[in-house]
């Protein structure tokens, strides 16, 4: 997981020659940040991935991660930035069950989510059909992916 508590940003972040095999992850790979606490999540770099299943998804993205009621009711905890997710790269990312392939919640702004990449990754076992996408975004790519044993699409 990258983010949380995200307000100075994380970047330049390479995960590598991974096995995955507990069955009680939820997200093989969550990125989470908001408005509310600003930060930006780029630059995360993901290949040769094996993961035998996780309840959800295999990458979540969550552009909405806090609400503001979750936020002490002090203003100066709002950081007034602008949050967002880009320049993220699965190459070669395999899971054998999931709910979704992707799970994404972006904003309006197609800005704060863009430049996404899934290339050879192979999900099977999707079971709430390939994707759950919510909010704008630009520039996501599926290059040589599966899910489900089909072209994976959004």
């Not at 096995?19 to 600003?38: P, Q």
């Not at 002090?74 to 070669?92: F, H, M, V």
């Not at 309006?108 to 079971?127: A, H, T």
Request: glycine share 8%; proline share 1%; hydrophobic share 30%.
């Amino acid at each position: 997981m990258i983010g949380d508590e995200i307000a100075g940003g994380c970047k330049n972040v390479y995960i590598e020659n991974c096995r995955i095999s507990s069955g009680e992850i939820r997200n093989i790979f969550n990125l989470k940040t908001s408005t509310l606490r600003g930060g930006t999540i780029e630059n995360i770099y993901i290949r040769n991935v094996e993961a035998a299943n996780c309840k959800e998804a295999i990458l979540k993205i969550d552009l909405n991660h806090t609400e503001a009621s979750e936020c002490a009711a002090d203003e100066s905890t709002s950081t007034n930035q602008s949050a967002s997710i880009k320049n993220i790269y699965l190459d070669n990312v395999n899971c054998s069950q999931s709910e979704y392939g992707l799970w994404i919640s972006g904003r309006d702004n197609p800005r704060q989510l863009n430049n996404i990449s899934l290339e050879n990754c192979n999900f099977e076992g999707v079971k709430k059909g390939e994707n759950h996408i919510e909010g704008t975004f630009s520039d996501i790519f599926f290059r040589k992916s599966k899910i489900n044993d089909k072209p994976a699409i959004l």
